[in-house]
């Protein structure tokens, strides 16, 4: 893309060795769109293209030495640093910074396309296309006949037609081995937290999910009461690593079901111990702020006496949020 007529030879080769998924309904109807839509697009495709052109400026002979050095490796803790960034933003409540930040992340997925292109792996065009084809492909309520009259019905669609592109995609050699599991493509690379609630949200797609919020109430109670026989049976035995491998499997246990609850209540379980961890950050500081005033540190106060300031801290954030 940096250098288009030299480039463009490399990308047809990459687009006749990789052809997007381009698997849609055979019947597809045209929904309609919000009005002046058609206006927004055309606008937007100019800025694309703009910002397009804009980075392969930054990568050419002519550019910016840093973008020239980036793979799609070193790249890696940019792209995870823009999507933590993004969702930062999306909390603040601020419009223009979440829209900058989200422009932060486009760019990471254009510059990841732009170098697959140098490559010769595949361009932009096959990640709008591909993205594009899944869409309508898994759309099937609104672009072909299935009906689906609400979304948990929708989602159990997806979840379906997900696992049936995944058993599409295997190859001749690969179909003997264990069937397609609605749970492929879980990303074990993810924050385990984040895992157990993509894991157990896809379970509960198909039916396998508690009734009543009662029921996994239960469930963590007896998952409490089976940490609290790991940790009395570890301080008796003289195994102090197996006796830590049995704490840490009914820990592991006990943090799953939390996971599946927040879940089961539409509560993202990440964004949720994010708050909490604010909170606890908050107060803590609060109280640190608390000893200053008095002439000491934190750590020489007695523990008593920091239980008192997080109570303070505590009054205190309570009293604010009632009187907004």
């Known amino acids: 893309m940096g250098q288009p007529k030299k480039k463009r030879g490399a990308k047809i080769k990459a687009r006749g060795a990789r052809k997007p998924d381009a698997r ?32 392969a400026q930054l990568r050419g002979p002519e550019g910016c030495p840093w973008d020239r050095e980036q ?10 640093e823009e999507t933590h960034e993004v969702l930062e933003a999306l909390e603040s409540g601020e419009p223009k910074k979440f829209a900058g930040e989200l422009g932060d992340l486009l760019l990471q997925i254009i510059f990841h396309a732009l170098i697959a292109s140098e490559q010769g792996l595949f361009d932009i065009r096959d990640v709008i296309q591909l993205v594009h084809s899944k869409m309508v492909r898994r759309h099937p309520h609104v672009f072909g006949d299935v009906n689906a009259s609400t979304a948990k019905q929708v989602l159990k669609n997806w979840e379906q037609l997900k696992a049936e592109e995944r058993r599409g995609e295997k190859s001749a050699g690969a179909a003997e081995k264990e069937r397609a599991s609605l749970l492929d493509g879980v990303p074990q690379t993810i924050p385990a937290l984040m895992e157990a609630h993509q894991l157990t949200r896809r379970a509960a797609r198909i039916g396998f999910d508690w009734t009543k919020l009662e029921e996994i109430l239960d469930k963590l109670n007896e998952e409490v009461g089976e940490l609290r026989l790991a940790v009395s049976a570890g301080e008796a035995k003289r195994d102090v690593k197996s006796a830590k491998a049995g704490v840490e499997e009914e820990l592991g246990d006990l943090l799953f079901v939390a996971a599946n609850m927040a879940r089961f209540l539409e509560i993202d379980p990440e964004i949720a111990l994010k708050g909490a961890n604010r909170k606890f950050s908050k107060r803590f500081r ?33 009293s604010r949020v009632k009187g907004a």
């Open 24 to 55: 849609e309904p055979v019947k597809m109807r045209e929904p309609a769109v919000p009005a002046g839509f058609a206006a927004l697009s055309k606008e937007a495709a100019e800025l694309f293209r703009g910002l397009l052109v804009l980075q």
């Open 71 to 80: 793979n799609s490796q070193t790249l890696r803790t940019f792209l995870l």
């Open 286 to 318: 609060k109280m640190e702020a608390a000893a200053r005033a008095q002439g000491k540190k934190l750590a020489d106060v007695s523990r008593r006496r920091m239980e008192e300031l997080w109570d303070s801290a505590k009054r205190e954030e309570e």
